[in-house]
C-alpha cells in the first residue's frame, strides 16, 4: 500500500525512530523532501506570492488535522517550508513520511 493510502496512528513513547535503511526506502516515494539531522523530513515550495504561500498552508494545516499529526509550517512571500518529526520519539516515525505523501498529492498553485 502506498504511503498517501495510509492514515497515522498515535506513536507510542519510547518507539524506535525509523532505521536510515527504512528513511532512505520511504524517500523514495516522496517528491524533493530531504532529511536534515537524521530526525526532520523537510520540504521548500516556492510559490507566486505571500496569499498562495497562506493558501497551502491552510490546506496543510486541514489534512494535518484530519490525520492527527502536524507539522512545523514557516510561511514567508512565496515560501512555505514543511518540516516534520515525531517529537515523541525525536526522529522520524512512519507518520511523517505518511503526511508528506499526502502533502505532494496536494493541488498546489505556484
Known sequence: MS???K?????QVGADPLSSELIQAYLKDLNDWKIVDQKKLEKTFRLKDFKSG???VNQIGRLAEEEGHHPDLFLSWGKVVVQL???KIDGLHDN???LAAKIDDLEITS
Open 3 to 5: 504511503l498517501k493510502n
Open 7 to 11: 492514515h497515522c496512528v498515535p506513536c
Open 54 to 56: 497562506l493558501d497551502l
Open 85 to 87: 518529526m515525531t517529537h
Open 96 to 98: 511523517d513520511f505518511i
